[in-house]
């Protein structure tokens, strides 16, 4: 039996050099996307897409002593690397049709590109915004958790380029740990307002890329209440087969209630 | 630009004080090793700031929805084919319209074979609908939608060609037919309104947030532009008639639901462009042809089949704005970065769980 693993990002040790973003695109043979500047910061690649698996935030705010330096007149600077979430009740494994989207043996969620047909029930079905369907292409990609470089007992290509370790990858339990104790450490220091990102308690039922971030997980797109879509199922085929014998029924009463034609 | 830079920048701004100012902080850094104060400010400032209210910039966590134009269109046929299989079996059995039930066979798989063809176009190459039909999973309502589709389509289409065979070389197919427009019938109830779910049971706040309501909403449209489809064809029976006001009774209530919610999902619904195809939609599915077939009931004959054709051209065009509404919504709903962050609109109060902190928040306190 496999290892379930996880990554764990740390974006206190996060220096924002997106050695993560390059070593992604290059494993993965993943297609340019352009060169834009978005505005926001040192953001370039704006948010996760088909054609960007790792995603360097950075969250830049009004000063705040302690956080991205002690000079009151200048802004904080903090960096966080997201990726896919592999959350343990996947909303796009659940949604996609074709069983083009798997769970792997380490707990990953992975698209067969052989199989995908495009459909793109998946990019509506993220509660994070991760999956996108490449429009040249036609079929939905994201990030592999690298598969193919687990398989062979290989880390991740994002967490193997990450110079300061603050992509951190490993078994879930050990790696959940590692969060655990780092929180404790960083708040003996006095940093109160770190916090791990992992949201169990939601019906996504847990990750398998933490996070450890200051301040409110919300300015980094973290969402406080991700819902996998299933939950709307029960609620929505009910709703149909009330439509369903509406139809019927009304269909029923109303040529019963006319005269032969 | 023409402006006259004098006019326009404060000195702070100017291109020379900020050329003063580094060379400042140069001097600054060479004598003490360090800077105090601020550095250059550049025009344009202040820079978008992350924050709890901001979120990331207010860049949109959701992904917009990526499917193409054929999708709402794709909405329309499948609910006006799926009703049409069930007025047509009810009033075969009932006896009551031999040829109502023929033409509905016609529409039906007019329908399955157009549905197919929006599906298939959407996907970019054919063969990739053939991977729908790898698995069969329930919790995904796309894979049950396209199993209903493969079996509709099917049925729908054996009705249809045993009535043509029947009709146009005298086969003995009309048992056969009778068989397959029955379970075209049972396929047509669930592939009227499926779309619902479809949508529903989706990551989309818009969408989820009306997952009760939305497949009854377009189970009714569905009903709602069969009834018209029909009665554009000729038909005059008054079961139609009767059909038709309550699929728009329904669809009024509908409306009234969305007008009357105050919730921050259901903005896209009530503002801007996709606010107005929305009211428009509702307006010619609901209202419009619920006033105008009551009259129609109330008039003699010639006078109530002009009603009733201006009410069945409504509930046409309205049936397929409402589809168009309700996708272009999702775009809008997808855009607002504030929902899935559950930050408030600042006007409005805040959503319980915002007061209460996030979950998040809860369990780093309990940590």
């Not at chain 1, 200051?214 to 299933?230: A, C, I, K, M």
């Not at chain 2, 402006?3 to 900020?18: D, K, L, Y």
Request: proline letters at 6%.
């Amino acid at each position: 039996m496999s290892t379930t693993t996880a990554f764990f990002t740390d974006a206190t040790l996060c220096i924002g050099c997106k050695a993560c973003e390059v070593a992604c695109k290059e494993w993965n043979g993943i297609s340019a996307d352009g060169f834009n500047w978005t505005g926001n910061s040192y953001d370039n690649s704006g948010s996760l897409g088909h054609s960007t698996w790792r995603h360097v935030k950075f969250v830049e705010h009004s000063p705040e002593p302690g956080l991205g330096g002690n000079n009151p007149d200048l802004a904080s600077w903090v960096f966080s690397s997201d990726v896919c979430k592999h959350c343990e009740k996947a909303g796009c494994l659940e949604a996609c049709p074709t069983g083009a989207i798997v769970r792997t043996e380490f707990g990953g969620v992975f698209v067969q590109p052989d199989i995908c047909n495009g459909c793109s029930y998946c990019v509506v079905a993220c509660p994070f915004g991760v999956v996108q369907r490449n429009e040249e292409d036609g079929r939905a990609f994201k990030c592999t958790f690298c598969y193919d470089r687990q398989k062979v007992g290989l880390h991740p290509a994002c967490s193997t380029a990450c110079p300061t370790e603050s992509i951190k990858f490993g078994p879930i339990d050990a790696m959940k740990m590692v969060a655990q104790e780092r929180l404790e450490e960083l708040q003996a220091r006095g940093m109160d307002d770190a916090c791990v990102y992992d949201p169990s308690n939601t019906s996504v039922e847990g990750i398998h890329a933490m996070f450890l971030v200051r301040g409110d997980p919300r300015q980094y797109n973290l969402p406080p209440n991700p819902e996998v879509p299933t939950i709307y199922n029960k609620a929505g085929w009910t709703s149909s087969a009330v439509a369903a014998g509406l139809l019927l029924v009304g269909s029923l009463f109303a040529f019963l209630g006319s005269a032969k034609q | 630009m023409s402006t006259n830079p004098q006019e326009r920048a404060t000195p702070e701004h100017s291109a020379w004080s900020r050329e003063n100012r580094l060379v400042e902080i140069r001097r600054e850094a060479e004598r003490k090793g360090y800077v105090d104060g601020l550095g250059v400010r550049l025009p344009g400032a202040p820079f978008p700031i992350a924050s709890p209210e901001t979120g990331y910039y207010g860049v949109h966590l959701l992904k917009e929805p990526q499917w193409s134009w054929e999708i709402p269109p794709y909405f329309f046929v499948g609910g006006a084919a799926g009703s049409a299989a069930v007025i047509g079996a009810i009033a075969h059995w009932t006896g009551r319209d031999k040829k109502l039930a023929r033409d509905c066979r016609l529409i039906a798989a007019g329908g399955a074979i157009l549905s197919s063809g929006l599906l298939i176009s959407d996907l970019g190459r054919p063969a990739r609908f053939l991977a729908m039909l790898r698995v069969f999973k329930p919790q995904s309502p796309m894979s049950m939608g396209a199993w209903t589709l493969a079996a509709f389509g099917s049925f729908a289409g054996a009705a249809a060609f045993a009535q043509l065979a029947a009709e146009n070389f005298g086969l003995p197919v009309q048992m056969l037919g009778n068989i397959a427009e029955g379970l075209s019938a049972a396929a047509g109830l669930p592939f009227s309104n499926y779309t619902g779910v479809l949508i529903g049971a989706t990551a989309i706040p818009v969408w989820n947030e009306h997952i009760g309501s939305l497949p009854i909403h377009f189970g009714m449209s569905g009903l709602n532009s069969a009834v018209g489809i029909l009665e554009l064809m000729g038909h005059k029976n008054p079961a139609l008639n009767t059909l038709g006001i309550g699929a728009a009774a329904i669809e009024s209530l509908e409306g009234a639901n969305i007008e009357l919610s105050k919730k921050t999902s259901v903005e896209p619904l009530k503002r801007g462009m996709s606010g107005l195809i929305t009211r428009l939609g509702g307006a010619l599915s609901g209202p419009v042809p619920l006033a105008l077939r009551i009259a129609a009931a109330f008039y003699g004959s010639r006078r109530a089949m002009k009603l009733r054709k201006a009410a069945a051209i409504s509930s046409v065009a309205g049936s397929m704005l409402t589809r168009i509404a309700w996708v272009h919504a999702g775009h809008v709903s997808a855009r607002d970065w504030r929902l899935p962050l559950e930050i408030a609109d600042q006007n409005k109060e805040l959503p319980s769980i915002a007061r209460e902190g996030s979950a998040v928040n809860k369990m780093a306190k309990r940590a």
